[in-house]
């Protein structure tokens, strides 16, 4: 069960996207409208050129960023990491750890296919992820 593939996990697979010319304050808004913690920059093909999330709004409203004149392409988080859809949960939620991010988009042949969260992922699966941390620590 530890072993799902994440293809298993997407609820949504069909994530929110937006083309890197649009506003911060569009992107807030269909992350509150989709009840999102993030938004995918996409071109007309699909193809990820970035992420935008909640803490990266948080951020630019303490720099005082102007949302309606700020574009994504501006302040999206580039080229994130990714995972295809065949990974498994454990492999998602080590790169989340590791990364310290809290969504993994999947892509396929370069093309978004969905998207998982920290908060996708079974009790189980957080067990063993902090099981497993906690054996690194003991081997330092």
Do not use: Y
């Amino acid at each position: 069960m530890q072993n799902r593939p994440l293809s298993d996990l997407v609820t949504h697979p069909d994530p929110v996207t937006l083309p890197p010319d649009a506003t911060v304050q569009e992107a807030c808004h269909m992350m509150r409208t989709h009840r999102v913690g993030c938004v995918l920059v996409t071109d007309k093909a699909r193809h990820l050129l970035g992420i935008f999330t909640g803490r990266d709004a948080v951020r630019l409203a303490a720099e005082c960023f102007p949302p309606a004149d700020t574009h994504l392409a501006q302040v999206m988080t580039r080229h994130p990491l990714t995972l295809p859809p065949g990974a498994t949960a454990i492999e998602a939620l080590r790169l989340m750890q590791d990364g310290g991010f809290r969504h993994v988009p999947l892509v396929r042949d370069g093309e978004v296919v969905g998207i998982v969260s920290r908060w996708d992922f079974r009790a189980m699966e957080h067990a063993r992820m902090n099981e497993e941390t906690g054996l690194w620590e003991v081997m330092r």
